[in-house]
């Protein structure tokens, strides 16, 4: 399973940053863990993009993991249906 830390300053100033560090990750094939502990807040961009590569890892059989989710990234995560 590959791992990648977000970012502190994750959005849309540095959305393409951390899409391309997604999809490199994504490429490798095989499960995804997202460590957010280090993400105070996240936007919109940044659900989109976490929405998209869930529905296609989903379509390959994989999944991403996310892990670190203070409670505002996961009650933002939740509104866009990627946490619980």
Do not use: P
Request: proline content about 0%; charged content about 25%; overall charge positive.
């Amino acid at each position: 399973m590959r791992q990648m830390t977000v970012r502190e300053d994750v959005g849309v100033k540095n959305i393409k940053a951390f899409h391309a560090d997604l999809a490199a990750l994504l490429a490798e094939g095989g499960d995804a863990v997202l460590d957010f502990s280090q993400v105070r807040r996240i936007d919109l961009a940044v659900a989109q993009v976490l929405t998209a590569a869930q529905r296609l890892v989903r379509a390959e059989g994989r999944a991403i993991r996310l892990k670190g989710l203070n409670q505002t990234v996961r009650a933002q995560l939740a509104l866009a249906g990627l946490a619980r």
